[in-house]
């Protein structure tokens, strides 16, 4: 099948050019200019620009939490996925303890069976000793090389000397550890601080871990990595007391990658206060004004390196278990069908980034650090046919009831975004058109070479 997009605006690395792009199968042909080969299809793009299929750093499909397992599976949420764009989701594989890596492995690709857009895994994991160690290699062999652990959670925290050791280990392969960051031992104090105050609604759940204890998280972080000498990923930066230390570690030579996410940059702490607040509870919680307008600005200098969901979804109903006690509400929201025109809405729209800075945020720096680059995140002749055809002029609110996502509920229920997704090429084929999944089931397992530490 050889589809001819024309008349586009191409989101190219350095620059946008009106022209028109040509795939052959399941890879680009040709990029720029005017093509007028013989072709199977033609879509007009008049008005459109046309980027490099986005990737999604950071989901939580069909994952166990406590007694319950997130609303979305691997079906649901790639659907919402792909038709907002995301052509490729990178999803946090789960090594719970006991558990070898292998078998969190295939467990996670039984789950990802019959996914609408194409994933990868990376691997979080809750033990270090020498048998997870040794699977290590087995883990590149098999295409994940990231990893995850946490400073958090009493089934996966890790003590900052395990993740010393894990970050100088993995720097060695050129693999790559993304910490959650977060001071367990304070935020639990406040919690029980509040709960014996009778201070139990969703609001709480921010009050529980303000800023600095993710600062302090970010900190610990950094140091163990400056001492380990390899670098340090801050999994869905929120504060701007993180965004600083981190600037820090960078001002003293350290490779440090950054993500955050869409709900960082447009939700705020006061919507705890609204009757569906269980809805945004989720770790890091919402935040203030000043902390979204300093991830904007980081954004814009260059200093994020990408943008993640943490599509982690439950419903109301899941969440209401925690409706007189904030702190056993499941964590997390649902968003990965909204990352690319909340990131536009806000950051483009919003005068922020420029629609380069986009395609780079969205799709080549995560394509680059996780093994994926130049067969994803760039329009170049020979890359995968991945690709989004997104309309900046399509005014629309989000609602959960139209998003794909199995949750009746959105964090983002009524946001007002600019533009969107329009059509979608998955593996050469197109899978999105007009906005509606027109073929669904057709990801791939996504086998990710190690890691282009783009700033070592
Ligand atoms: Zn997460």
Same mark, same amino acid.
């Given at each position: 099948m050889r589809i001819l997009i024309k008349n586009a605006f191409l989101v190219l690395e350095d620059r946008v050019e009106l022209g028109d792009l040509l795939t052959d199968g399941r890879t680009i042909a040709q990029v720029g200019g005017v093509i007028d080969g013989p072709c199977d299809k033609v879509i007009d793009a008049k008005?459109?620009?046309?980027?490099?299929?986005?990737?999604?750093?950071?989901?939580?499909?069909?994952?166990?939490?406590?007694?319950? /397992?997130?609303?979305?599976?691997?079906? $649901?949420?790639?659907?919402a996925a792909v038709v907002g764009g995301t052509t490729t989701v990178l999803d946090f594989a789960t090594q719970e303890r006991g558990m070898t890596l292998m078998e969190a492995f295939h467990?996670?690709?039984? #789950? !990802?069976?019959?996914?609408?857009?194409?994933?990868?895994?990376?691997?979080?994991?809750?033990?270090?000793?020498?048998?997870r160690i040794a699977e290590i290699p087995l883990m590149i062999e098999n295409g994940v090389t990231s990893f995850k652990m946490y400073m958090v959670y009493d089934n996966m925290r890790l003590s900052d000397g395990v993740m010393y050791e894990a970050i100088k280990y993995l720097a060695k392969e050129d693999c790559i550890i993304g910490i959650h960051c977060e001071n367990d031992d304070i935020l639990k104090a406040r /919690?029980?601080?509040? #709960?014996?105050?009778?201070? $139990?609604?969703s609001r709480y759940h921010a009050v529980s871990r303000p800023n600095i204890v993710e600062a302090?998280? /970010?900190?610990?972080?950094?140091?163990?990595?400056?001492? !380990?000498?390899?670098?340090?990923?801050?999994?869905h930066l929120s504060t701007k007391e993180g965004l600083a230390i981190a600037r820090r570690a960078r001002e003293r030579g350290q490779e440090v990658y950054l993500e955050s996410c869409p709900q960082y940059l447009v939700?705020?702490?006061?919507?705890?206060?609204?009757?569906?607040?269980?809805?945004?509870?989720?770790?890091?919680?919402? @935040?203030?004004?000043d902390d979204q307008e300093a991830l904007l600005k980081a954004m814009a200098a260059g200093e994020i390196d990408w943008i993640g969901t943490d599509h982690c979804s439950f419903t109301m109903a899941q969440k209401a278990v925690g409706k007189d006690d904030f702190s056993k509400t499941p964590n997390g929201g649902a968003g990965v069908q909204n990352r690319a025109e909340i990131v536009y809405t806000r950051a483009v729209k919003g005068g922020y980034l420029d629609i380069v800075e986009m395609g780079q945020l969205l799709s080549t720096r995560a394509a680059k650090l996780f093994g994926l680059y130049p067969r994803k995140g760039a329009l170049q002749a020979g890359s995968d046919a991945d690709i989004v055809i997104f309309d900046p002029d399509a005014p629309h609110?989000?609602?959960?009831? $139209?998003?794909?996502?199995?949750?009746?509920?959105?964090?983002?229920?009524?946001?007002?975004?600019?533009?969107?997704? @329009?059509?979608?090429?998955?593996?050469?084929?197109l899978v999105v058109e007009n906005g509606q999944l027109v073929a669904p089931g057709k990801g791939e397992y996504v086998h990710r070479d190690r890691c282009g530490r783009y700033r070592k």
């Open positions: 008005g459109c620009y046309v980027f490099p299929g986005f990737i999604d750093t950071h989901t939580h499909f069909d994952l166990e939490v406590g007694s319950t /397992v997130t609303a979305d599976n691997f079906v $649901t949420g790639t659907k467990k996670w690709e039984n #789950k !990802a069976k019959n996914s609408s857009c194409n994933y990868g895994f990376h691997m979080a994991m809750s033990e270090w000793n020498d048998a /919690v029980k601080e509040l #709960k014996a105050a009778g201070k $139990t609604g302090d998280g /970010v900190g610990r972080l950094m140091d163990a990595a400056y001492l !380990a000498g390899g670098p340090a990923w801050v999994v939700l705020e702490e006061s919507m705890y206060d609204a009757p569906d607040g269980a809805k945004f509870i989720m770790s890091p919680p919402l @935040r203030s004004k609110a989000i609602h959960a009831a $139209t998003n794909l996502h199995n949750c009746d509920n959105s964090p983002y229920e009524g946001y007002e975004a600019a533009g969107k997704a @329009r059509d979608v090429l998955l593996n050469g084929q």
